[in-house]
Nanobody, 125 residues
Framework: QVQLEESGGGLVQTGGSLRLSCAAS????????VGWFRQAPGKEREFVAA????????SYADSVKGRFTISRDNAKNTVYLQMNSLKPEDTAVYYC??????????????????WGQGTQVTVSS
């Protein structure tokens, strides 16, 4: 059982930055991977980035490579998503998710077992 809570969303101008946090509580396994997903109104939930807690490997969607960075702080049971050079198309509700994923990090929502409630990110043009 894992509980996740996102924070750090808000309103920024094009080109600005935000840092999202995903805080985990409850039982945490070293093999749990954490992914960030986002969903805009009328669109499918899409993969953003993922990180493996035990291996330290990362994965990014092509649309955010070079702009977003996922990182972790195991002492705080927290995963971060640093978002730079934000664009209006980044506007969405951002969710973090956790799952037991061995090997290659997954970009499919069904592979993750626990989800946060989401945090709104709005980028003005």
């Amino acid at each position: 059982q894992v509980q996740l809570e996102e924070s750090g969303g808000g309103l920024v101008q094009t080109g600005g930055s935000l840092r999202l946090s995903c805080a985990a509580s409850g039982r945490t396994f070293s093999s749990y991977a954490v992914g960030w997903f986002r969903q805009a109104p009328g669109k499918e939930r899409e993969f953003v980035a993922a990180i493996n807690w035990s291996g330290g490997s990362t994965s990014y969607a092509d649309s955010v490579k070079g702009r977003f960075t996922i990182s972790r702080d195991n002492a705080k049971n927290t995963v971060y998503l640093q978002m730079n050079s934000l664009k209006p198309e980044d506007t969405a509700v951002y969710y973090c998710a956790a799952g037991i994923i061995i090997g290659i990090l997954s970009r499919y929502p069904a592979r993750y077992d626990y989800w946060g409630q989401g945090t709104q990110v709005t980028v003005s043009s």
